[in-house]
């Protein structure tokens, strides 16, 4: 299967400046913000936007690591709830690599509404715009619409990050 680059290494690297600087805009004022990273590239995703964003402000922010399971995710290992004191009356980010069709933010964002939060937003370092649940990026890196066949392939590694579409 032949691949197509979308995103160099570089690319990325201005797209996590531009989003740490778009949250820090939108949420200055806030004691703490809190990204929840969805396992496993959403996480490393998160951490790249968390070191970035410390690199400018000394605004408290919290990462936390959020496990979904899509296939099964009312399994109860992996439903648990994570501790309401880490995220309650404070702005949360939910935060994954790729939008496919909206299922595993809709599934992310079920673990935070037992507990009042102030607010609840979604960032993304790839939108590919085929939504089956009525969810969207608040923060998206870079968007564009695939073929339903076609795949985007993330790939975080120390020095040679980069985004392809198979």
Request: charged residues 20%; proline residues 2%.
């Amino acid at each position: 299967m032949e691949s197509t680059l979308l995103l160099n290494h570089t690319q990325i690297q201005q797209i996590i400046n531009r989003m740490a600087y778009q949250l820090y805009e939108n949420h200055y004022a806030e004691d703490e913000i809190v990204l929840a990273g969805i396992q496993q590239r959403g996480y490393i995703f998160a951490q790249k936007i968390v070191e970035t964003f410390a690199r400018f402000s000394n605004q408290k922010i919290k990462l936390l690591p959020l496990e979904v399971e899509k296939d099964t995710p009312y399994d109860s290992v992996h439903q648990a709830m994570i501790d309401k004191s880490l995220f309650e009356n404070k702005v949360v980010v939910i935060v994954d690599d790729v939008l496919y069709s909206g299922k595993t933010l809709t599934y992310a964002m079920s673990r935070f509404l037992h507990a009042p939060v102030k607010k609840l937003s979604t960032m993304v370092l790839v939108d590919r715009n085929h939504k089956n649940y009525p969810v969207n990026a608040d923060y998206v890196g870079f968007s564009l619409a695939t073929t339903l066949k076609q795949h985007i392939k993330v790939m975080f590694n120390n020095n040679e990050n980069k985004v392809l579409l198979e």
